[in-house]
């Protein structure tokens, strides 16, 4: 195996770091012309690996290095090149790039298997309203009626996005992955979170995909003058509101060995004015986990608590549920090779799960799946500070190429 | 004494509502040109009262009727015309409407002193940010420099607003009222409580207005990924906040019987987004109270509670200040005159505290001050749903007639 490149792994960063990039941030809106402009930047810079390219109805796009039995189901790696609004140079880009350096670094090697990189049409939610919507569609685990006519800022639908970058939503079927179409899947990301970070670790090999449930809670007080409103006459919301906050996080912690987590994000108080007791107040609520009895648990000793918070401050309170999706299990034996090549490879390394929502989540309706995350600075993506080091990327990238290898042999 | 005739009060409480009504509530901003319209239009009702009229520099407006001795200092009443973006048709308008039909109702009796009705402008601060700044002014309470360059939303500024109104805020001395140039001044006022209203009673009689001490707190946690950073590794200013929320009201009601109040009214979080742990959140609290050593008291613990939630929470947390005014007592003698009144004319009364600010929090600097309230609906104002009904006006307006019979004898 030919040893990684970090200068051409830099370069390809920061190349493809220009499309988008604004001082607010790289703004990479999926399906833009900007999107577009991205990938074939790429595909010139990587004309040298004479990958054989193949781009299905939905946009999404692989790159093969054939391998000596074209008849093998191939290995398959990847990750995605749209971004959000003022996000970052390493969110999807550090698992493309990742792929593509790990095929250049097996240039020496003889593989039965084909290799794939897929770069996923539209992970992020930012111009649809929808996550991971390429790998939604192609694995099966949506169909095009939930998407299509959802439109962005600029009013273009998703059916039409499709339809101006090449592709055509109506024949999705023509993109559908069967089971067993790959020998396995793997995305490198960075965390999105510090855990690696703050614990000194290079490697995450990560177990499970949390699955967020999501709703808002819509406490009805009574609105009053802040000044001519004694205390014992009011009810106030806001009160309400924070006993609710609190509660959301006292059930997180305490299913915090599961690793659920649980954050109010959002509080809009009406009529939020200086001089007037809250008399409505809407909390939005973000509850995770990897493990669905926790996560039930959770989201029951919150209702506890609602119900609780209603009768004591004599509120009413309404839940209104926005999604509620199940957790999604990684291959276990997957998980242990990328711990042996860790530990070959003297890296550290940490078994995790993830918060967060991706693209390989999908990918277990068609093959075993892993997931490696690499440390980002602060934990910080989804803004324009988001950043993972060189070191690190290359870190991931060795153990992604020796997966690879494996894989392919 | 004349009996009080509720149909006029009725009509002109309902002829000014039209000045400035739309579907959304009555805006009537002070020195506007429907502020204007709305005080010609009164004053051509109540011409057959045949009162002195007179306009200071700054556009208070002042209508008396002679007393036999004009040498002697008149008794006062009086409130305001204008009105906050969609109010109501009541706060301010009762004090003017009853003070005029209070005038009416002694036109049967010869008194010794002159009585005057005050319709102060800009008592609501809706348009330049400050309330009361006609009342601030004359009474010596304020000097312009403080108002003069203040703007509204449609960027003229005070200084122009009384200029256009025919006014001169430069010649404002002209309009400083000495130290006794009244014997008396009695304000009638909507509760903006709910408190008449659900003790059942019809009378408030004021002792004490609250002065508001209002402050933000900035909480400065650490924005992180709301799937992927575990409970323990978080830093969330909305989860303080909540606290501090808790923390104010507590404060509050442990000093529930010396009737300060204390309320969060804004919260903003940043980034405010469902799947990101809040960074930053900023509470705006305004703390009010008739009793100066029961506010500082509050503030202390209110700023012990922020000290406490800082240390546990790893978290910083600075206090803006915002204003700190001082309550203000009324006249007692005034005070137990109207209850006496009260009981001859068997009205229910209670004596009570102003949480919100008024003319009659500056009239003290000049002669002895007293309010009454009566109820409203809900305790509702400062919105189109604002409600007295015209019989509790009508018992309102007795009471006040008879103040300033007495008074004027």
């Known amino acids: 195996m030919l040893p990684v490149n970090s200068q051409r792994v830099a370069d390809l960063i920061a190349g493809l770091a220009k499309f988008g990039r604004t001082e607010a941030g790289i703004t990479r809106l999926a399906y833009s012309s900007t999107d577009k402009a991205a990938q074939m930047w790429l595909l010139k810079q990587i004309e040298y690996l004479d990958l054989e390219i193949r781009e299905d109805v ?133 965390e999105q979170g510090k855990v690696l970070e703050e614990t000194k670790h290079q490697i995450g090999i990560v177990h499970n995909i949390a699955a967020p449930t999501r709703f808002k809670l819509h406490i009805h007080g009574m609105a009053d003058h802040s000044g001519a409103t004694p205390m014992g006459f009011r009810k106030d919301a806001l009160v309400s509101a924070a006993k609710l906050i609190l509660a959301v996080e006292t059930a997180a912690i305490r299913e915090k060995e599961n690793g659920t987590v649980a954050t109010v994000g959002v509080v809009e108080v009406d009529p939020g004015s200086i001089n007037v007791v809250p008399g409505k ?98 934990g910080i993506s989804h803004n324009p500070a988001e950043f993972a080091s060189n070191e690190d990327i290359c870190a991931g990238i060795e153990v992604m190429a020796e997966i690879l290898k494996r894989e392919a042999k």
């Not at 069967?178 to 899947?185: R, S, T």
């Open 58 to 190: 939905l946009g999404n796009l692989f790159l093969r290095k054939p391998g000596l039995d074209p008849a093998l189901p191939p290995v398959a790696c990847g990750s995605h090149l749209d971004t959000v609004i003022h996000g970052g140079a390493y969110d999807g880009m550090c698992g493309v790039v990742g792929a593509l350096e790990a095929i250049h670094m097996l240039e020496d090697e003889t593989l039965r298997r084909s290799i794939e990189v897929i770069v996923f049409r539209a992970e992020e939610s930012s111009r649809f309203g929808y996550a991971t919507i390429g790998s939604k569609l192609i694995t099966g685990k949506a169909t095009p009626d939930k998407f299509a006519h959802a439109a962005g800022k600029d009013g273009v639908t998703f059916a039409d996005a499709v339809k101006e970058w090449g592709g055509n939503l109506e024949a999705y079927q023509k993109a559908l992955l069967q089971p067993g179409a790959y020998k396995c899947f793997a995305e490198m990301h960075i």
């Open 281 to 378: 107040v809407t909390l939005w609520v973000d509850l995770r986990g990897v493990d669905t009895e926790s996560i039930q648990r959770t989201l029951k000793e919150i209702r506890q608590a609602v119900q609780g918070t209603a009768r004591t401050d004599g509120i009413t309170i309404e839940e209104e549920m926005l999604t509620s999706d199940s957790p999604v299990a990684l291959d276990e034996a997957l998980a242990a090779q990328s711990e042996a090549i860790c530990r070959e490879q003297r890296k550290s390394f940490l078994h995790m799960n993830s918060g967060a929502g991706h693209d390989a989540m999908h990918m277990p309706a068609v093959c075993p799946t892993t997931m490696l995350f690499i440390p980002c600075r602060g």
